[in-house]
């Protein structure tokens, strides 16, 4: 069965045809070229697919596109504002929070979120929010150290 979807992705309205089974994942990556959401488990345990589905993180490789209609969609290519990087972004970089990458943009999706809705995190509460993202390369204390830092920025 085939569903007539549009995704508002990044603020863009991108009308699309899916199979009921095709994945929020499949569909950003082979219909729409957005690359930055990667699939590695593809069970949604480790987070690495994650994208903001109305502002909360999800697994996109096992959210299915259908559910996704009419709801607004970030992933990590939507989050700069031009060329200024989002203060998550930008944190990252600053504490070396990153080793292969592959990890990266669904870390820094999450703790956008998790900044959302707690603008004050404690460490404890950063690897709470964030313990659905997996490290392969253990980077977990600068990205602890990056999501305080972009905090304490946002805060200012």
Do not use: W
Request: net charge negative; glycine share 8%; aromatic share 6%.
């Amino acid at each position: 069965m085939k569903h007539e979807i549009t995704l508002t992705v990044n603020g863009r309205q991108h009308p699309l045809v899916v199979e009921s089974h095709r994945t929020l994942l499949e569909a950003l990556r082979d219909e729409l070229k957005l690359f930055g959401a990667r699939e590695s488990c593809g069970m949604g345990l480790c987070g690495a697919c994650t994208v903001l589905v109305d502002n909360l993180p999800v697994s996109s490789c096992s959210y299915l596109a259908a559910r996704a209609n009419g709801r607004s969609i970030t992933t990590i290519e939507g989050l700069a504002d031009g060329e200024t990087l989002h203060p998550v972004q930008q944190a990252f970089i600053e504490h070396g929070s990153f080793q292969c990458s592959y990890c990266t943009p669904g870390m820094i999706l999450t703790a956008t979120s998790l900044l959302r809705d707690n603008p004050n995190p404690s460490a404890d509460d950063v690897k709470d929010y964030m313990a659905g993202n997996l490290c392969r390369c253990g980077a977990y204390y600068e990205i602890i150290e990056a999501v305080l830092g972009a905090a304490e920025r946002m805060r200012r």
